[in-house]
T-cell receptor
């Protein structure tokens, strides 16, 4: 079956702009988590969505937001971009999310690499 | 909150030798410990995981051990091959007290280079 699909794979923005990233989870998976990966900070948890509801949130400013649609596809948005937002943004899906025992396996997409100039 | 430390940050081994990566976690409530491998240009891929009720798990050339008392777990790769070269991440899953669900916290990663 198809894996986790993230679009776009690469994008370049300038400071102050906003960006929207998309994630299509594995068919049947209801949980989508987003992570920011940078060389200095590693993998940082942004938020998790399950059945269209944000269930958990990491320690990121309000400029970072997301949503999940009824078909489990998710988008994340970053407004008023800063240079420090340059990173690889990873989406991961799982059947029951990080909230269920026995089904915590996350499958990651290839990521969207954002460069802010 | 949970804190996961991973060592070493880089590891260079000769092909055929073993590689060991160690992680420690801080929250004794953490109950699931996956390991991910990330190759260049790709997202992390799960390679092995272990639950808190198990001390050791093996899958061909890779094995993971867990010491709950000491709160550390390790990844062992035997007979390393050039295709094992990648960045490896450990993680710990912790039940959240004030919110629904659990949270997965990653270690800082280990860049492994297998020299032919």
């Amino acid at each position: 079956k198809a894996g986790v699909t993230q679009t776009p794979r690469y994008l370049i923005k300038t400071r102050g702009q906003q960006v929207t990233l998309s994630c299509s989870p594995i068919s049947g998976h209801r949980s989508v988590s987003w992570y920011q990966q940078t060389p200095g900070q590693g993998l940082q948890f942004l938020f998790e969505y399950f059945s269209e509801t944000q269930r958990n949130k990491g320690n990121f400013p309000g400029r970072f937001s997301g949503r999940q649609f009824s078909n489990s596809r998710s988008e994340m948005n970053v407004s008023t971009l800063e240079l420090g937002d340059s990173a690889l943004y990873l989406c991961a899906s799982s059947a029951k999310g990080q909230g269920a025992s026995g089904a915590n396996v996350l499958t990651f997409g290839a990521g969207s690499r954002l460069t802010v100039l | 909150g949970e804190n996961v430390e991973q060592h070493p940050s880089t590891l260079s081994v000769q092909e055929g030798d073993s590689a060991v990566i160690k992680c420690t976690y801080s929250d004794s409530a953490s109950n699931y410990f996956p390991w991910y491998k990330q190759e260049l240009g790709k997202g992390p891929q799960l390679i092995i995981d272990i639950r808190s009720n198990v001390g050791e798990k093996k899958d061909q050339r890779i094995a993971v051990t867990l010491n709950k008392t000491a709160k550390h777990f390790s990844l062992h790769i035997t007979e390393t091959q050039p295709e094992d070269s990648a960045v490896y991440f450990c993680a710990a899953l912790t039940p959240l007290i004030k919110a629904a669900g659990n949270k997965l916290t990653f270690g800082g990663g280990t860049r492994v280079l297998v020299k032919p």
